[in-house]
C-alpha cells in the first residue's frame, strides 16, 4: 500500500481512526464496568481477596485498552502511524462521535493518551490533542444523576429509611432492617437537632452503591427546610449479617471517607461526570480531580489535576517553583508552587547512604501503593511522565539543586524544562515540623494519631519501612497519613526479631550492631529510636500503642496476614457507628 494518500482517501483514513478509538474506549467502558458490578457479589459473598483483586486488575485495565489499541492502529495504519496531520483530521470526526456525550471528557482524555504514546509527546501538543486549560468541564453538566428521593413526614422518618434500604437489595438479608433503620433515624435526628424540630424534610440517595474494602455505601443528602447536608449510610456484611454501621452527616466525615489516601471506589456509575457533580455539592472543597480519581477514573483525575494546577501556574506568572517545607529526601527532590496545594517529586541520580535501591525499585514502590488498600493512611501519588515546566519558573536554589542531583531525569528544550518522571501529591505539613509548631495537646494527639497509622498500615499488611517523623504528613483534617515509599514492602516479607541482648561487656559497648543483620530484619523494640519523638510523646504512644514495640506483636499480626486473615479497620471514629 502507497503511504501517499489522496485527500478523500485521507478523509476516510482519518474517519476510521476516530471510529476505532471511540469504539476502543466503549471496549474499555464496558470492561470497567465489568469489573466494578462485582463489587456486589464481593460484598454479599464477603469475598474480600477477590475484593482486593478486582481493585488491582481495574487500575491496570486503562493501559491494557491503550495498548491494544495502539496495536490495531498501528497495523492499520503502517506508513501513516506518525502522520501528525491524519491525527489532527481524525481528532475532528472523534469529537463529532462525542456530540451529547455527558462523559465527553473521558473520551478525550483517551484519545490524548494514545498521541502521547505514538509521539511520545513532551508536554502538550495542541495540534492533536483535546485541550482545555480555561474550562471547567463539569460545569457544562446539567444532566441530574440518577437517584432515589424520599419526602418525610413529621414522625415517619424511619419509616421512609424502611423503604429507602428496601430499595437497595442485597443477596443476603438484613439482619434486622427496622432496627436499622430505627438507628439511622435517631442519629439523623441527633446530628441535625439544631436545625429545628422536625429537621429532615427529604432525603436523596443516589442509585449506585458505592463499594469499598468490606463495606456498602448509599450516598447522598438530607434536606431540612432551609439547608442539607450529606448523608452517607453505610452497610457491613459479617458474621452478624447484613447491617447499616454507621451515618455520616458532616462533610469533614464524608471528605476523609473520600480522602485520597484511600483506595478507590467500586460504583458501577452508568456516567461518570454527573456523579462527580453531585459529589462537588456536599464536597465543595473537595478539588474535581480527586472526586474522579475515587471513583477509579485515575488517568480522568491525572487530566483534570493538570489542567487546574497549569491554570492556576500561568494566572501566577511571577511566582517560582521552591524547594517544599521539610528535611531534603535522599531519594526525592520535592518542590512546589506556595500558592497552589501539590509537591512535585523528582527522583535524584544517585541516593545517599544508607539507601541501596534502583531507581527502578522506587517506581517499583510507588507502583505497589496502586496495588494496596491504603486505608486513609497513604497519599496518592499521580505519576507525569514529560511533565514541560518553563526554566525561568524555578528558584536559582531549586534549579541548582536539580540540574546537580536530578540531572539524568531532566532535559533541556529550549526555554522548558522536561521532567522524564515526576510524582505529585497534594502537599501536608510534614508531621514534625508539625509537632513543634502546635501547643502541646495537639501534638500529643498528632503523635498519638501517628502511631495509630502505623498500625493501621500494618493492619493491611503494609510496613512503611523508615518510620522517620518527615515521612508523615498531616491533613487538614489533622490525620496522620505516610507519603514516603522508597522503604515501604510488605509486612509479610519482614523478618520481626527480638533485640539480642549482649553476652558480655564488650558486646554491650560495641558501637555496631555484634550480630548478623540481613536486609529484612525488623527489631520492634528499636523503633523508638527510628520515630524521633519527644520524650513525653513517645511516653503517651507506649502508653497507648504499646504492642507497636514487642515484636510477637507483630509476628503474630504476620501469622495472620500469611492465611488472608486481614484485620478490618473502619473508616470512620467508633463514635459515627449506630447503636
Known amino acids: 500500500m502507497s503511504s501517499v494518500l489522496t485527500p478523500p482517501q485521507s478523509e476516510r483514513r482519518a474517519a476510521a481512526i476516530g471510529r476505532a478509538i471511540h469504539e476502543a474506549f ?9 469489573i466494578t458490578a462485582r463489587a456486589k457479589r464481593r460484598f454479599e459473598q464477603r469475598d474480600w481477596n477477590g475484593a482486593r483483586e478486582d481493585a488491582v486488575e481495574r487500575i491496570a485495565l486503562y493501559d491494557q485498552c491503550i495498548g491494544e489499541c495502539m496495536l490495531r492502529l498501528r497495523a492499520v495504519l503502517m506508513g501513516q502511524a506518525h502522520d501528525r496531520s491524519l491525527w489532527a483530521r481524525a481528532r475532528e470526526h472523534y469529537q463529532e462521535l462525542l456530540q451529547g456525550l455527558i462523559d465527553q471528557e473521558l473520551y478525550k482524555t483517551f484519545y490524548n493518551t494514545l498521541t502521547r504514546r505514538f509521539f511520545r509527546t513532551q508536554g502538550v501538543d495542541a495540534r492533536i490533542e483535546f485541550v482545555a486549560l480555561d474550562i471547567e468541564p463539569t460545569d457544562a453538566i446539567t444532566h441530574p444523576v440518577a437517584r432515589h428521593t424520599y419526602a418525610v413526614s413529621p414522625g415517619r422518618l424511619a419509616e421512609m429509611l424502611m423503604r429507602a434500604l428496601a430499595d437497595y437489595p442485597f443477596a443476603v438479608p438484613y ?19 439544631h436545625w429545628g424540630d422536625h429537621p429532615v424534610r427529604s432525603v436523596e440517595l443516589l442509585e449506585t452503591v458505592f463499594y469499598r474494602e468490606r463495606r456498602a455505601y448509599l450516598v447522598g443528602r438530607v434536606f431540612g427546610e432551609h439547608r442539607f447536608s450529606p448523608c452517607v449510610i453505610a452497610l457491613v456484611n459479617d458474621e452478624s449479617g447484613l447491617r447499616a454501621e454507621a451515618v455520616l452527616t458532616r462533610r469533614s466525615d464524608v471528605a476523609q471517607l473520600f480522602s485520597n489516601s484511600r ?4 460504583a458501577d456509575l452508568a456516567t461518570v461526570g454527573d456523579a462527580v457533580v453531585f459529589l462537588r455539592s456536599l464536597l465543595t472543597h473537595k478539588p474535581i480531580d ?24 500561568g494566572s501566577h506568572a511571577g511566582e517560582q517553583l521552591v524547594h517544599a517545607d521539610g528535611t531534603a529526601g535522599m531519594v526525592m527532590a520535592v518542590f512546589t508552587l506556595p500558592s497552589y496545594p501539590l509537591v512535585f517529586k523528582v527522583i535524584r541520580d544517585r541516593f545517599a547512604f544508607p539507601k541501596q535501591m534502583s531507581r527502578q525499585q522506587v517506581e517499583e514502590k510507588y507502583e505497589l501503593v496502586f496495588q494496596l488498600d491504603r486505608i486513609g493512611r497513604l497519599l496518592d501519588a499521580q505519576p507525569y511522565r514529560s511533565l514541560r515546566f518553563p526554566r525561568s519558573r524555578f528558584s536559582p536554589e531549586l534549579l541548582q539543586e536539580l540540574s546537580a542531583t536530578c540531572a539524568r531525569g531532566i532535559s533541556e528544550d529550549g526555554e522548558d524544562l522536561i521532567f522524564e518522571l515526576c510524582y505529585v501529591q497534594r502537599r501536608l505539613r510534614p508531621l514534625n515540623l508539625y509537632l513543634r509548631e502546635q501547643v502541646p495537646e495537639t501534638a500529643r494527639l498528632a503523635a498519638l494519631d501517628y502511631a495509630q497509622a502505623i498500625k493501621d498500615m500494618a493492619r493491611n499488611n503494609i510496613f512503611p519501612g523508615d518510620m522517620l517523623l518527615k515521612n508523615f504528613g498531616i491533613t487538614r483534617h489533622a490525620r496522620a497519613v505516610f507519603y514516603d515509599y522508597d522503604e515501604l514492602c510488605l509486612i509479610t516479607e519482614c523478618n520481626f526479631r527480638d533485640w539480642p541482648q549482649p553476652r558480655n561487656y564488650e558486646e554491650q559497648m560495641a558501637a555496631e550492631p555484634w550480630f548478623h543483620v540481613g536486609p529484612r530484619d525488623v527489631f520492634p523494640e528499636r523503633f523508638p529510636l527510628f520515630m524521633g519523638l519527644p520524650a513525653p510523646m513517645l511516653e503517651a504512644v507506649r502508653q497507648a500503642h504499646g504492642e507497636l514495640f514487642d515484636p510477637q506483636w507483630w509476628r503474630a499480626l504476620q501469622a495472620r496476614l500469611r492465611e488472608d486473615d486481614y484485620p478490618d479497620t473502619p473508616p470512620y471514629a467508633d463514635a459515627l457507628r449506630l447503636a
Open 26 to 34: 466503549e471496549d474499555y467502558h464496558a470492561r470497567f464496568a465489568q
Open 175 to 193: 439482619a434486622h432492617r427496622t432496627r436499622c433503620a430505627a438507628a439511622i433515624a435517631v442519629r439523623l435526628q441527633d446530628d441535625l437537632a
Open 263 to 266: 483506595s478507590y471506589f467500586q
Open 290 to 313: 480527586e472526586l474522579y480519581t475515587m471513583l477509579g477514573r485515575a488517568k480522568q483525575g491525572k487530566t483534570e489535576r493538570y489542567r487546574t494546577f497549569f491554570r492556576h501556574f
